[in-house]
């Protein structure tokens, strides 16, 4: 007698790897992408970096509707790279956020 019917075990195995098998793609591209830092502040004057601190800059603004590419001081950079600002020296986060943060008007 042949046994061409899957067991339970054997469907349940299978539909796992089915499944598992559709994300592998996202997770490699995951896996590629570097997130993006912006403080560095090895090229800066001590009176700049000191700036940074006072200012409380951060790389990921703790206010979801503030952050740099909202504020009318930011410059920004390249697609994927760390813009400028009008008030504090070197690398600023798209994503950041600091106490100047000032909206971009309407």
């Not at 098998?21 to 993006?36: F, H, Q, R, T, V």
Request: overall charge positive.
């Amino acid at each position: 007698m042949k046994k061409d019917a899957l067991s339970r075990r054997e469907m349940l195995r299978a539909s796992a790897l089915v499944g598992t098998a559709g994300l592998l793609p996202a997770w490699l591209l995951a896996c590629g992408k570097k997130e993006l830092s912006c403080m560095d502040t090895a090229g800066l004057a001590a009176p700049d970096v000191a700036m940074r601190t006072t200012l409380g800059y951060v790389d990921k603004s703790p206010e979801a509707n503030k952050n740099c590419a909202g504020c009318a001081l930011y410059n920004p950079g390249a697609a994927d790279a760390c813009g400028g600002c009008k008030v504090l020296k070197g690398p600023i986060h798209p994503q950041g956020y600091c106490k100047s943060y000032a909206p971009k008007p309407a």
